[in-house]
Nanobody, 124 residues
Framework: VQLQASGGGLVEAGGSLRLSCVAS????????MGWFRQAPGKEREFVAA????????YHADSVKGRFTISRDFARNTVYLQMNRLKPEDTAVYYC??????????????????WGQGTEVTVSS
């Protein structure tokens, strides 16, 4: 499985970006696709995830109401729409896949495949 993340960039506080993550090498009918982020000097943290089968989502409290995860079955792609961005959202964003038939996990160690990351910088 290969995951290709894109869509990062430099944006002013209050602006928006949409990240994309395309999965190839396998067609998903189950499991969870998620987004994590890692700021300089900090641990990688959970942002949002979606259960592929039924579209159930979970967003971290820090992004709830501002970020939205969504999917496109036909393109095997998951998106992260990020609105009202804040400087503290600055990080490298990673998409990941948990192939287990389980609920949505916020634990990065539950995820089996990772993309290369896309950098998001929010200026104040």
């Amino acid at each position: 499985v290969q995951l290709q993340a894109s869509g990062g960039g430099l944006v002013e506080a209050g602006g928006s970006l949409r990240l994309s993550c395309v999965a190839s090498g396998r067609t998903f009918s189950s499991g969870v696709m998620g987004w994590f982020r890692q700021a300089p000097g900090k641990e990688r943290e959970f942002v949002a995830a979606m259960r592929w089968r039924d579209g159930t989502t979970y967003h971290a409290d820090s992004v709830k109401g501002r970020f939205t995860i969504s999917r496109d079955f036909a393109r095997n792609t998951v998106y992260l729409q990020m609105n009202r961005l804040k400087p503290e959202d600055t990080a490298v964003y990673y998409c990941a896949v948990d192939v287990r038939l389980a609920g949505i996990s916020r634990d990065r160690y539950a995820y089996h495949y990772w993309g290369q990351g896309t950098e998001v910088t929010v200026s104040s």
